[in-house]
């Protein structure tokens, strides 16, 4: 359905965004992706969270405990597919993942903790690409731990270069010791489709806003059969999952204003990263190339309580420091 049909001023309304699809795969440095190897110079020191006890601290996983339970699960899972058995653990299995309860000691957040790769995209992959003049190639890294002074949570930085400016990569990235297993992603490679968004409901003109919950209400009366969806907020308007450009949905708190802590200037959008990559087991955002039993959240980052992680940028400077909310 396109919803300009219906409310054509809608158009003043909107902007494109790229849906990056992750799937799980083996992104090279070479690739766009998301929680994969970052074409990082060599010689460039590699970034460090140094907040020490300032961190929230709950339940801290080493990173090799975190993929190891991941492994664990994953192959439980298809036993119970191959077999139609339900779905269970071994006594083996079960001895190697850690009691929901333990955590390693808090200390091990004292020393700098390496940031984690996030997200890794070429100019050439993403049409909504915002950068420097000149860079081709954006990096998110962010600090695997919450951050009471982000919102409890992670620490997001930021770097754009010119990716033939690195002749001489770094072989692998430094681990930080401990994690929120929450924050660290699977290797995902990305499968970027440009959509069309429309602006969050909140943020509409009054009238326009009132026309269209008329409209869905009217259709809900109806009682009407319409696989492509007549709700305004969960099928026409903000796609959910890992993306970049687009907007922002506010509906875990009333929309405020995103202000570049260094100028005022009003941000943008530059990246979602989010819990699900759609809602439900048939819901209108759902690749149709997906398998039914495709996991909807296929880089195992969990935002809150699922929610998502809205990156901003200024659009004044891209030397400024971005800013997040979770929503």
């Not at 140094?50 to 664990?72: C, K």
């Not at 796609?239 to 802590?261: E, I, Q, R, Y």
């Amino acid at each position: 359905m396109d919803i300009t049909e219906h409310f054509p001023e809608l158009r003043e309304h909107s902007a494109t965004a790229t849906r990056l699809h992750p799937r799980p795969g083996r992104p090279t440095t070479a690739d766009s992706s998301v929680g994969g190897q970052l074409l990082w110079p060599a010689d460039e020191p590699w970034p460090v969270c140094t907040d020490g006890d300032a961190h929230y601290i709950f339940e801290l996983r080493t990173p090799a405990t975190v993929r190891r339970s991941r492994q664990i699960y994953a192959a439980a899972q298809a036993r119970a597919a191959a077999s139609g058995a339900p779905y269970d653990l071994t006594e083996q299995e079960r001895a190697e993942i850690p009691d929901y309860d333990f955590s390693e000691p808090h200390d091990l957040v004292d020393q700098p903790i390496p940031l984690v790769p996030v997200v890794q995209l070429y100019r050439r992959d993403v049409p909504d690409f915002a950068g420097p003049d000149g860079a081709d190639l954006l990096q998110v890294l962010w600090c695997p731990l919450d951050h009471p002074e982000e919102g409890y949570n992670p620490r997001v930085r930021l770097y754009w270069r010119r990716s033939a400016d690195v002749t001489r990569p770094l072989d692998a990235a430094p681990e930080p010791p401990v994690v929120n297993d929450a924050y660290l992603p699977i290797p995902c490679v990305v499968h970027p489709e440009q959509v069309r968004e429309y602006q969050y409901a909140g943020l509409l003109p009054e009238q326009l806003r009132a026309r269209i919950t008329a409209w869905e209400e009217e259709a809900e009366e109806e009682n009407e059969e319409d696989e492509t969806g007549r709700s305004y907020h969960y099928d026409l308007s903000l796609a959910p999952g890992w993306k970049v450009g687009g907007f922002a949905n506010w509906s875990l708190t009333d929309p405020h204003p995103m202000n570049c802590a260094e100028c005022g200037t009003t941000m943008t959008l530059l990246l979602t990263a989010d819990s699900s990559e759609w809602h439900g087991t048939g819901g209108t955002w759902r690749p149709v190339e997906e398998p039914a039993d495709a996991s909807s959240n296929p880089t195992d980052v969990s935002i809150g309580r699922g929610y998502a992680l809205y990156v901003f940028r200024c659009p004044a400077s891209f030397e400024h420091r971005p800013a997040t909310a979770m929503q």
